[in-house]
């Protein structure tokens, strides 16, 4: 066609403009409606061909969509439930997943079109395409409404129906107090190792930890013997059994006994465990509980590590624990050059015990690992060997000199004698207590387990090195309770300056602290007990001399 315009050109001596010569396409006419369209292979309109075919049909415009009100999770057919967010890209896919009939067709789109969040519907706009006709490819939008049912998903019915359990994870310790569980509740919590956990009874003796599936008990076995020295022994009873299909219905228990040791413990260790673990002296005090016990002499500050399966091979017990602890004065402390191991200082030390003030003028005079931090005028807890009762057969046949006492930690007598709100607290596990023959007995069970988690707080309050392994959380109004008490200081002529103050620092936002119920990764903030308590500790409970606590 150029070269026919250039033709022209020449022969007429004039130039044509260059849109003389165009092509237009054709139109033909719809052969339903006689509509003028562009030619096609099915030579009708859209309308036409939407009237003759739906690309659509087979594709449910309503669907159902089951919620789990306790979990929040969707059920994804057959068996599993996911979480979602309203409008996510899972919640999407769950919805895609759910409508059927698209794989006769070609998914162009899919969006959400937006509902109130409490309408309890989800809308989604779908482009599809599709290949009808003679080679025609029509494209069509729809709208598809999921109604959100709700049905319970297996975990929170199992919870729901609190005896509806396959494994149980039963700690136990045999001693006289609870301090070592509050420490491992603390520890769970930190860690989320309850995320799996759907019920938790408490025992005089120790706790009980239900799980809806076995691989969740022995995950959690794991865990504890990765934090606390224990053995466990694994048992299952058969509950049902079809011999159709040959299937068994088993519920399982373990039986997690953790080491009779705790920290601060003085013990008196048998001669082959003294002699395997370095020679060290068989009186020395525990000073860590981990996944191993830490023994300290405290004369020669020698230290060994005594992994769980030796301490089971040859099974030993305390010669004294905290509840034992006298309270001492420290009149002079000598610390001597060159023996010291990382916070320690070895130190000639003379005590008096508290009781005997006003009485006589007995003096002790011995060797303590805490010279760094004792200096006279201070008060500290120790052991009296004394006066000191105890049936102990290889004590008894020890030949050398037992001295006459064992400082264990510093004491702050003054800070204790006042009532103070703490500026932190702690997270705890919703708890069921489990039912005791009389009202009595429950109750003196309840006032010794608040006695015990004093003790254990105080504990948290006054050793920095548990605060490390632990989360606290900052109490309502933590700063206001912090300046009111350097206000006191600045007064109080008797304040202990030294004392291990909680730094603000130390403690994680509270707004991390929720109320919620096992099996979620939640907790609740309380005392221990039957179920969570709402409200922070920060008070302290009744005042107990550790005299008296003989």
Same mark, same amino acid.
């Given at each position: 066609?150029?070269? /026919? ?15 003389? =010569? ?17 030619? @096609?292979? %099915? !030579? ?14 087979? +594709? ?19 068996? %599993?439930? +996911? /979480?979602?967010?309203?409008? &996510?890209?899972?919640?999407? %896919? ?23 969040? #409490? ?35 297996? $975990? ?14 039963? %700690?136990?310790?045999?001693?006289? #107090?609870?301090?070592? =569980? ?15 956990? +759907? ?9 009980? =930890?239900?799980? &809806? ?18 053995? /466990? ?7 049902? #059994? ?21 920290? @601060? $413990? ?21 000073? *860590?509980?981990? !996944? ?28 004294? @624990? ?36 006003? *009485? ?22 120790? /052991?009296?060997?004394? !006066? ?13 000199? +037992?001295?006459? =006492? ?26 069921? *207590? ?17 006695? $015990?988690?004093?003790?254990?707080? *105080? ?20 700063? #206001? ?10 007064? $109080? ?18 707004l991390s602290i929720q109320d919620g119920t096992l099996g979620d990764g939640s907790a609740s903030v309380g005392m221990p007990g039957s179920g969570a308590i709402a409200g922070a500790v920060d008070s302290d409970g009744e005042d107990v001399d550790m005299m008296d606590a003989k």
């Open positions: 066609m150029a070269a /026919y315009a250039d033709d022209l050109a020449s022969i007429g001596g004039f130039a044509a403009p260059a849109d003389a =010569f165009t092509q237009t396409q054709g139109r033909i006419l719809c052969c339903l409606c006689g509509a003028s369209i562009a030619p @096609n292979p %099915a !030579n009708m309109c859209v309308g036409c061909v939407r009237n003759q075919v739906d690309i659509t049909e087979g +594709i449910p415009k309503e669907v159902i969509l089951l919620w789990c009100k306790g979990c929040g999770r969707y059920l994804s057919p057959p068996s %599993a439930w +996911i /979480y979602a967010e309203l409008e &996510s890209r899972e919640l999407l %896919a769950l919805c895609l997943k759910r409508l059927k009939g698209l794989t006769k067709v070609h998914l162009a789109d899919a969006s959400f079109v937006w509902t109130e969040p #409490h309408s309890r519907r989800v809308k989604l706009k779908v482009t599809i395409e599709k290949e009808v006709l003679k080679n025609t490819i029509l494209r069509e939008s729809f709208q598809v409404t999921y109604v959100v049912q709700t049905q319970y998903c297996d $975990d929170c019915r199992r919870v729901d129906a609190k005896d509806t359990w396959t494994a149980v994870v039963q %700690a136990r310790q045999k001693v006289e #107090h609870k301090r070592t =569980f509050f420490y491992l509740e603390q520890l769970i919590l930190k860690y989320s190792a309850h995320s799996q956990i +759907i019920n938790v009874k408490e025992l005089p003796d120790g706790l009980d =930890f239900f799980f &809806s599936n076995r691989s969740h008990a022995v995950k959690f076995v794991d865990f504890l013997q990765s934090v606390v020295p224990v053995r /466990y022994k694994a048992s299952q009873k058969l509950i049902s #059994h079809d011999e159709q299909n040959s299937s068994y219905n088993y519920k399982y228990t373990f039986m997690v006994e953790i080491v009779p040791i705790c920290k @601060n $413990d003085l013990v008196f260790l048998p001669r082959k465990v003294a002699h395997a673990s370095g020679t060290i002296s068989p009186l020395v005090l525990c000073s *860590r509980v981990s !996944n191993v016990i830490r023994f300290l002499d405290p004369v020669s500050m020698q230290i060994a590590d005594l992994p769980p399966m030796h301490f089971w091979r040859e099974p030993f017990r305390s010669l004294a @624990n905290a509840k034992q602890l006298t309270h001492y004065h420290v009149i002079d402390c000598e610390p001597i050059r060159g023996m010291q191991l990382g916070k320690m200082q070895m130190a000639d030390v003379t005590v008096a015990r508290n009781s005997d003030f006003g *009485r006589n003028d007995k003096l002790f005079i011995g060797r303590t690992h805490l010279g760094s931090i004792l200096s006279a005028g201070d008060s500290v807890l120790g /052991y009296d060997l004394s !006066n000191l009762n105890t049936n102990d057969d290889n004590l008894r046949l020890y030949r050398r000199a +037992i001295p006459d =006492f064992v400082l264990v930690r510093k004491f702050y007598p003054g800070i204790r004698k006042k009532s103070r709100a703490r500026h932190w607290q702690l997270r705890t596990l919703p708890k069921e *207590r489990a039912e005791t023959h009389s009202k009595k007995s429950a109750d003196d069970q309840a006032m010794r387990d608040a006695r $015990d988690y004093e003790e254990f707080l *105080r504990e948290v309050e006054e050793d920095p090195d548990v605060r490390q392994e632990i989360n606290l959380y900052a109490a309502p109004g933590a700063e #206001h309770i912090m300046a009111s008490r350097r206000a006191e200081l600045e007064v $109080d002529d008797e304040a202990e300056e030294d004392f291990p103050e909680v730094a603000l620092g130390e403690l994680l936002s509270s």
